[in-house]
Structures are given as C-alpha cells and as structure tokens.
C-alpha cells in the first residue's frame, strides 16, 4: 500500500506535528502569563477564542493529514518506527486513549483542589475551588460513558481482526505456500483485505479522538480549556522527551 516516498513524509509530518505543539505550548503560556498580569478585557477574550480556534483547527487538519497517509500505509503508520519506543508502549491504534483525556482532566482538577488547600491553611486565602460546575461534572461524566463504549467497540473489532489473521484464508494460503514463504498474488490479496479493515479502524480511532476533544473543549469554559490544552501540550512533550533520553539509555548499554 505504501512506498518510500511516503515512509519519509509520515515521520516528517509528525516531527513537523511536534514543533506545532512546542509554539502553541508557547502561545498558551505567553497567554496565560499576560492574563494573570491584567485584569482580562473583551481584547482577551478575543485574542484566546481565536488562539483556541487556530489550536482545534491544527488539530483537525492534522487528522486529516493522518489519515490520508494512513491509507496508503496503515501497518507502517501504526507500528510508527518514527517515535520511540516509550510513545509506542503507550498508543493505541496510532494515537492516545480518547477516553485518557478525561483522566488528565481529572487528574488535573484534583491537583488544583489538593494546591488550593494547602494555600488555605498557609494563609487563610479564601479562592474558590477552580471545580466543574454540577451541569459540567453530568456532562462530562456522560460523555466520558460513551467515550468508552466507543472505545472497547473498537478495541473489540481490533482483536477480532487480529484473530482472524491466523484463520481462513492466511492459515490455508501459509500451509500450501512454497519453502521460500514468498508473498504470491493470493496472500497480497488477503493481506489487503486485512489492510483496508484495519484503516477503516484507524479512521475511526482517529475520528474518536478528535470527537471527544471537540465534546470536551465545549463542555468547558474557556479558561478551563487553556489550561487544560497547556496541561495536554506538557504532556505529549514530555512524553516525547522522556521517550528519547529511555531509548538513548538503551543504546548505550
């Protein structure tokens, strides 16, 4: 399905993937520095409405762009030999967990709680709790349900397929095939067959992905959602860089 060609656009896309999530990291945290430093106007509101637009709108091309390249190499684009070892221990279907956005979340709103207290019985400081409201909490409760209905649905069909690779036909085709195991025109077939099921799960991963976020992001307001995309963007760098110094470590033993 693939050629070489497309082999070096898919890591140049996701190195290129990477330096957009190190400026918008940037972006963000110039943001939020310049709002704890004035008391925010309609100017600010403006300016992180479109900051936050342009961030949903690389997302989504950035999908598309996955896409695309997925269908003509769906095998090379999952097993990513572009990313270290440590993101790949981690993926699924090509990507993060849908359903791990909300343990960020969650993690995050404990983390500020837990910060919160602390500061009040430092100094008695009387800040309200940075919480979900009670419609938030519903909503993402209940969006966070079908997240992960979709997401065992899919991780269902995956090991259907996964199984059926040593069914029929491939379990017939191997046992009739020559000593040399070379690839003949019946096993290409069947391979395909397993190639196109396997982008078709890969889309709607993908498809999932950009779903929740949207659902989430919506559910939020907009402070909420600063910094909780700053909160992802740390993240995804750190387990890029984590991944790196792992897989360095491992080359020197």
């Not at 070096?8 to 940037?26: D, G």
């Amino acid at each position: 399905m693939g050629n070489s060609d497309d082999r070096t656009v898919l890591p140049c896309l996701y190195k290129e993937w990477m330096s957009l999530q190190e400026q918008e990291l940037s972006d963000l945290l110039q943001h939020s520095l310049n709002l704890n430093k004035s008391v925010q106007n309609a100017t600010d509101d403006e300016e992180m409405a479109s900051l936050l637009d342009n961030i949903a709108h690389n997302f989504k091309d950035y999908a598309v762009r996955r896409r695309h390249l997925a269908r003509k190499d769906v095998c090379g684009f999952l097993s990513q030999s572009w990313r270290t070892t440590f993101e790949n221990s981690i993926s699924w279907m090509g990507g993060c967990r849908p359903s791990s956005f909300f343990r960020l979340f969650y993690a995050l709103c404990g983390s500020e709680i837990d910060s919160r207290l602390s500061q009040f019985f430092q100094d008695g400081s009387s800040s309200e709790f940075p919480v979900l409201s009670a419609i938030q909490l519903s909503s993402t409760d209940n969006l966070q349900r079908r997240t992960i209905a979709d997401e065992e649905k899919l991780s269902t069909k995956l090991a259907s397929l996964q199984q059926e690779i040593a069914d029929m036909p491939l379990a017939l085709i191997a046992r009739k095939s020559s000593p040399e195991y070379k690839l003949n025109e019946e096993a290409r077939e069947a391979i395909s067959k397993i190639e196109e099921a396997t982008v078709c799960m890969f889309e709607e991963a993908d498809e999932l992905r950009l779903k929740t976020y949207e659902e989430l992001v919506k559910i939020l307001t907009p402070a909420q959602t600063l910094d909780y995309i700053i909160a992802v963007k740390k993240l995804i760098l750190c387990v890029r860089a984590w991944g790196i110094e792992k897989d360095r470590e491992r080359a020197r033993e």
